[in-house]
């Protein structure tokens, strides 16, 4: 199994209050990615990384932010956490040469009451 | 906008069975990779088999199988002699060559009854 980390795996939290999701990897990956997992969407890109402090915008970042300052820590941050951010997330890794298939860590399901 | 549609919701299978997942997607792309990742109820998200657009063999591993038609842009799999493990929801994915971009269908449901 591709060494990742997802922290915490479950959290609650009341909305407005700010969250922060970590991804640590142990493969020295370059890209990194942020899906959130809701039914009837399948896995929705949020943000991703091709490498330290270099990240862009997926189809669903509004709410979010990331940052990467090491290579094997990509953290996800809901400034003011609202009830349509309670989700599974997941974090993804994959190898440098392009569409290598995704890696990803065991998720966290965040509920926003 | 490349899409991908799982039109089954769900399904169920009997242990032993064969059953085939149905996936399609929408591209103008010549060149492309197509995945299946399964989810069991641990959550994780597993990898199941891979399949490259210009390569016109259907890819295999031990007991799932792809049937690709690429000018139907259909990528279904089929899970042969069904087992209970095999419970689980199946996403396919689209990832155009070339890119680090991947876009997931909504999944489906599988079942596997004793």
């Known amino acids: 199994d591709a060494g990742i980390t997802q922290s915490p795996r479950h959290k609650v939290t009341e909305t407005g209050t700010p969250v922060t999701l970590r991804c640590h990897q142990t493969e020295n990956h370059r890209y990194m990615y942020w899906y959130r997992q809701d039914p009837g969407h399948g896995l929705r890109l949020i943000h991703y990384s091709y490498g330290v402090k270099d990240t862009d915008k997926g189809e669903v970042s509004d709410g979010y932010s990331v940052s990467r300052s090491k290579t094997e820590d990509f953290l996800l941050t809901l400034e003011s956490a609202t009830s349509s951010q309670t989700s599974v997330y997941f974090c993804?890794?994959?190898?440098?040469?392009?569409?290598?298939?995704?890696?990803f860590g065991n998720g966290t399901r965040l509920t926003v009451t | 906008a490349q899409t991908v549609t799982q039109s089954q919701p769900e399904m169920s299978v009997q242990e032993a069975e064969t059953v085939t997942l149905s996936c399609t997607y929408d591209t103008s792309e010549n060149n492309y990779y197509l995945f299946w990742y399964k989810q069991p109820p641990s959550r994780q998200m597993i990898l199941v088999i891979r399949?490259?657009?210009?390569?016109?063999q259907n890819a295999t591993e031990n007991r799932f199988s792809v049937n690709f038609q690429k000018a139907a842009k259909s990528f279904s799999l089929k899970i042969s002699d069904s087992q209970l493990g095999d419970t689980a929801m199946y996403f396919c994915a689209f990832s155009p060559s070339g890119t680090y971009k991947y876009i997931f269908g909504t999944g489906t449901r599988l079942k596997v009854l004793a």
């Open positions: 993804a890794i994959s190898e440098e040469k392009v569409n290598s298939p995704l890696h």
């Open positions: 399949q490259e657009a210009y390569k016109q």
